[in-house]
């Protein structure tokens, strides 16, 4: 059971360049959502999606574009990348059915440094 | 968004010793859950307890137990006997009830060290 699988695990990029942040999950969970993590910081939500077709904003969205067309994938995209996006992405998922414990499952996260 | 506090940013305990962390959290909720997650140096998040606010009783997972005090909207985590593989970053984390669209809420981490 590979549970929730991110990819690319390390990246770098340039100020302005593009890239997708690759989710996927193989336990039917209806719930995902994307976070970035920071020194002091904490998780903060960037977006999350409680199923195919449907996306809603986090905490810190700026920046930052989702889109859910299957319930296995969601990735997430930096369109124009900025030194500001220097994070670890993780990816979380969750069920809705019972029983339900409410516990996110999460990817090994993704560390992304913008040059 | 809810409030989520950890006051201890760093903590070290000698092994086998006890060390408790805590964690205090803003809502007006009534129903809602709480958990405990453990980063290790290896990244991975790792559930360790959770504890459901209609819950009098304090969850308990083998060395870790939280002792969880609704009104005074605390949560603290007890690990008791500690080991060198406990050392990692513990992360309090809140989420309104009954889940489905809810999101967790994360507080900054305590980072905790074993000492051998």
């Known amino acids: 059971n590979a549970g929730v699988t991110q990819t690319p695990k390390f990246q770098v990029l340039k100020t302005g360049q593009s890239m997708t942040l690759q989710c996927a999950q193989d336990?039917?969970?209806?719930?995902m959502s994307w976070y970035r993590q920071d020194p002091g910081m904490g998780l903060r939500l960037i977006h999350y999606?409680?199923?195919?077709?449907?996306?809603d904003q986090g905490e810190v969205p700026n920046g930052y574009n989702v889109s859910r067309s299957t319930t296995e994938d969601f990735p997430l995209r930096l369109l124009s990348a900025a030194p500001s996006q220097t994070s670890v992405y993780f990816c979380?998922?969750?069920?809705?059915?019972?029983?339900?414990?409410?516990?996110?499952?999460f990817g090994e996260g993704s560390r992304l440094t913008v040059l | 968004a809810q409030t989520v506090t950890q006051s201890q940013p760093e903590m070290s305990v000698q092994e086998a010793e006890t060390v408790t962390l805590s964690c205090t959290y803003d809502t007006s909720e009534n129903n809602y859950y709480l958990f405990w997650y453990k980063q290790p140096p290896s990244r991975q998040m790792i559930l360790v307890i959770r504890?459901?606010?209609?819950?009098?009783q304090n969850a308990t997972e083998n060395r870790f137990s939280v002792n969880f005090q609704k009104a005074a909207k605390s949560f603290s985590l007890k690990i008791s006997d500690s080991q060198l593989g406990d050392t990692a970053m513990y992360f309090c984390a809140f989420g309104e009830g009954p889940t489905g669209a809810n999101n967790l809420f994360f507080g900054t981490g305590t980072r905790l060290t074993v000492i051998p």
């Open positions: 336990m039917n969970h209806e719930y």
């Open positions: 504890q459901e606010a209609y819950k009098q």
């Open positions: 979380a998922s969750r069920g809705a059915g019972a029983p339900n414990t409410g516990e996110l499952f």
């Open positions: 999606s409680v199923g195919a077709g449907i996306t």
